[in-house]
């Protein structure tokens, strides 16, 4: 439960206040940032492992304070899961993603943009609908667009889940299995949810390049994808040599701090070529 952790973002003097108290302000506080537009979405490039080119990207928020202090996700989406405000700002996210996402097309018309759906927003029939209408309505190709999940979201209501899942596919958009190799039990997964891709964590990915089993490991994850069917990301890809043995194996998409971190729009940009 990596959202649930205990890195959450103090807002407020804990020793003062009492749980209900905290929720609030903390909610305060996040309602403030959207009304403020402190919430902003950042943009990693995610390439082709044939022609390491940019054909993607995911979509990676940020609260950007106005004194210049930029908070990361991790630091406020748990609270923000806890306390149901990631709703809110999970809408946020998707409209400046599709708008972003018409941008971006206009210089690619095959680009793909990858949104990160927590647990609460699969269950919320508003965020999915929302979804669903904006991409509608401002005329964009659902199947560039992933909705990426973890197995976590599995575990809250397994029915309701896929009852989601379904329906998005119904309206094209492909699925995402986030995060792969980073659990306990990720291989029921790959077959128990209606998913298109999944993308390897970068754990599966770190010592790949310097130990043999590790590399035989992600080898052997890679061939699991394929017979079932499904398209494959590198996470986490930092070295050159981590690009080469990720390609060597065929995995179809890689995404890192080598080919780019996660900026703002205006940057981001700049790499579609
Ligand atoms: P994630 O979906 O697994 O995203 C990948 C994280 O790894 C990002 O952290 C990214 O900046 C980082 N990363 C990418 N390449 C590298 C690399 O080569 N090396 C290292 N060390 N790190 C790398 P970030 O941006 O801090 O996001 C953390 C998590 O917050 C995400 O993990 C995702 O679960 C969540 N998140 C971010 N934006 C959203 C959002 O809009 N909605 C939801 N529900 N969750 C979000
Ligand atoms: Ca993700
Ligand atoms: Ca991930
Ligand atoms: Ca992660």
């Not at 809250?156 to 995060?179: G, M, N, P, S, Y």
């Not at 990720?246 to 179809?252: A, T």
Request: hydrophobic share 40%; with cysteine; aromatic share 10%.
């Amino acid at each position: 439960a990596k959202h649930n952790g205990g890195n959450g973002y103090k807002f407020v003097n804990r020793g003062l206040m009492n749980k209900a108290d905290e929720r609030l302000a903390i909610e305060q506080n996040i309602y403030q940032a959207l009304k403020q537009n402190e919430i902003v979405n950042y943009y990693q490039p995610i390439t082709d492992s044939r022609t390491y080119s940019v054909c993607g990207f995911e979509v990676l928020c940020r609260w950007l304070k106005a004194d210049g202090e930029i908070i990361p996700p991790l630091k406020f989406l748990g609270v923000a899961e806890q306390t149901g405000m990631i709703i809110p700002i999970g809408v946020r996210v998707i409209e400046q993603a599709l708008g972003d996402l018409q941008r971006f097309q206009q210089k690619d018309r095959d680009l793909f943009m990858t949104l990160n759906f927590s647990p609460l927003q699969l269950l919320d029939d508003t965020t999915v609908d929302y979804l669903i209408n904006e991409v509608r309505e401002k005329g964009l190709d659902a199947s560039k667009i992933w909705v990426e999940m973890t197995e976590e979201s599995y575990i809250e209501d397994e029915k309701a889940l896929i009852q989601t899942l379904d329906r998005l596919k119904v309206h094209d958009f492909k699925l995402a299995l986030d995060d792969f190799g980073s659990g306990y039990s990720s291989m029921k997964y790959l077959t128990a949810l209606p998913i298109d891709i999944v993308k390897f964590d970068k754990t599966l990915i770190d010592n790949i390049h310097n130990n043999a089993q590790s590399f035989k490991l992600l080898k052997a994850s890679r061939q699991l994808a394929s017979v079932c069917n499904l398209m494959t990301v590198a996470e986490g890809i930092e070295t050159s040599e981590q690009k080469n043995c990720v390609s060597e194996i065929n995995i179809d998409y890689q995404q890192g701090y080598l080919f780019g971190k996660p900026t703002d729009f205006a940057a981001a940009i700049k790499l579609i070529g």
